[in-house]
């Protein structure tokens, strides 16, 4: 299947990337293609498998700092 891509307009002001998987990485791998939305990206991070709230926390925390 591969990675999706849009020409919708990005309405973000910054995007994070974090999970246990190797997609993240393929994901963040187009993110920087795509020139509207690759200044916006914050980070790539492994995360362990997280509960709903962890993962709420972990974002409200990177984007704290």
């Known amino acids: 299947t591969g990675v999706q891509t849009c020409a ?3 309405y973000c002001n ?3 990337l974090f999970g246990p998987s190797t997609m993240k ?4 791998k ?3 293609k795509n ?4 200044d916006k990206l914050v ?3 492994n995360s362990d498998s997280i509960t ?3 993962m709420v926390a972990w974002v409200k925390d ?3 700092k």
Do not use: D, R, S
């Open 14 to 16: 910054a995007i994070v």
């Open 30 to 32: 187009e993110i920087k």
């Open 35 to 38: 020139m509207q939305i690759a």
């Open 52 to 54: 709903e709230n962890q």
């Open 43 to 45: 980070g790539t991070y």
């Open 25 to 28: 990485n393929q994901f963040e």
């Open 62 to 64: 990177c984007f704290n």
């Open 8 to 10: 919708l307009p990005i």
